[in-house]
């Protein structure tokens, strides 16, 4: 069965000889053309048309009003929750199934995951279990603040995140948080070009981030976005990313601790050739999943389909496996066979900086920890 598998990905990828990464970039437009022409200007660090350029495209593919271009998905996440809020001793909601950046990005600010269980369908934040969290676990005080009632700290924002690039349902997420006056900032690194409701991922909470590493749908080397509709996080997500400097012709005065989060022209001229390739990629990319979908349905193993009202950009495609001891033997036999795959992240809650962080149930995340596997979906040229 496994050399099956592994046989046709070798076709699906055209490739019998060489290892088939799981996901690799691709550049076929005018990336080289750009980045001369950047190398030819001088302004290859960060100040410079290009990063002008990307944030328009990005506003515009997006429907946001703001889009600020940062170092990498990381700072955007730091910066994000710094914008909405989020303070020293507060509680942050996510799920323990996502990407260290998450709650790396937390950390930073001093404040602490807590970690509420995912979807088995969605693979992302459980509107049922987040349901019940805020009913059972948490209080209020007078101005509608939400606190958590085992520790009385603060639960300032929630951040889902967008699995593998397919969307949780996050305008339930949305609604439940605003009536706990709780922020929620989109981990969209994974998911650009992804809907929910025909919206763009990413636009449905106060801000949402994007990440261009080298491993995602379009790259710009390594870089991120902030997208946003209000005036004053889009003010302060640029303010605050490019060390909080006064605009004026030739002082230097800055008046916010601010951060050297800017994206480098050089960076963001790689970014805007991949973003006129970025609905093509995603076409090609879904195409692939239909391939998947058909060939792993006549060998009956569960292939990750996008959920409901979604349209997914299926940035990694995954499937589930029977238990941890095939899915240890299913990895075994593919990397050795040159296709890679990779397990999902251990879980956040049993690393050593996050192991005392507040966890509710998350039965889900802990079974499809044991299960899913992601397998090779680059763009096919
Ligand atoms: C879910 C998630 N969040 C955040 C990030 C961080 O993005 P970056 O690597 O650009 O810092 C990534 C990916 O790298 C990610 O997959």
């Known amino acids: 069965m496994y050399s099956k598998i592994v046989n046709f990905i070798k076709d699906t990828f055209n490739e019998t000889e060489s290892l088939i990464p799981l996901h690799e970039p691709r550049f076929v437009g005018n990336e080289k053309q750009y980045i001369n022409d950047c190398i030819d200007s001088t302004f290859v660090s960060s100040v410079g048309k290009y990063v002008d350029l990307f944030e328009e495209k990005i506003k515009q593919f997006t429907g946001a009003k703001y889009a600020v271009a940062t170092a990498n998905g990381t700072s955007a996440l730091h910066l994000s929750l710094l914008i909405a809020g989020v303070k020293s001793g507060d509680l942050v909601i996510t799920q323990p199934l996502t990407f260290i950046a998450t709650c790396n990005s937390i950390s930073y600010i001093g404040a602490q ?39 009385n700290q603060r639960i300032a924002a929630c951040v889902p995140m967008h699995t593998f690039g397919h969307p949780v349902k996050i305008d339930q997420i949305v609604s439940l948080c605003d009536k706990h006056k709780v922020h929620v900032i989109e ?7 992804s809907t929910y409701m025909d919206k763009q991922t990413g636009r449905f909470g106060k801000l949402g981030v994007y990440s261009f590493n080298g491993n995602k749908t379009i790259t710009c080397g390594g870089g991120g ?27 230097f005065e800055h ?44 060998i009956e193993i569960q292939f990750v389909d996008e959920p409901i009202n979604s349209k997914s950009n299926y940035w990694l495609n995954a499937i589930v496996l029977k238990d941890r001891n095939e899915r240890d033997a299913f990895l075994e036999f593919t990397n050795s066979n040159n296709v890679m795959t990779r397990p999902v992240w251990t879980l956040m809650n049993k690393l050593d900086m996050f192991k005392n962080a507040p966890c509710q149930n998350i039965d889900n995340a802990l079974w499809l920890e044991d299960r899913l596997v992601n397998i090779p979906s680059s763009v096919r040229i």
């Not at 509107?127 to 007078?142: C, N, Q």
């Not at 976005?225 to 002082?251: M, R």
């Not at 390739?277 to 999943?289: A, C, D, Q, T, V």
Request: hydrophobic fraction near 35%; charge should be negative.
């Open 187 to 193: 981990d969209a690194a994974e998911s650009l070009g």
């Open 113 to 151: 995951p807590l970690f509420v269980d995912v979807d088995k369908e969605t693979l992302g934040l459980s509107v049922d279990k987040l349901e019940s969290f805020f009913l059972t676990e948490t209080y209020s005080d007078i101005n509608g603040n939400t606190f958590y009632k085992r520790t």
């Open 255 to 298: 008046d916010y601790i601010g951060y050297n989060y800017r994206l480098p022209n050089l960076n963001a001229a790689l970014a805007c050739a991949q973003m006129e390739n970025l609905s093509s990629f995603i076409s090609n990319k879904r195409e692939l999943s239909r391939t998947y979908k058909d060939f792993f349905s006549t």
């Open 225 to 251: 976005v902030i997208i946003t509709d209000d005036d004053n996080y889009g003010y302060l997500a640029k303010h605050l990313s490019t060390q909080a400097k006064k605009p004026h012709p030739w002082n």
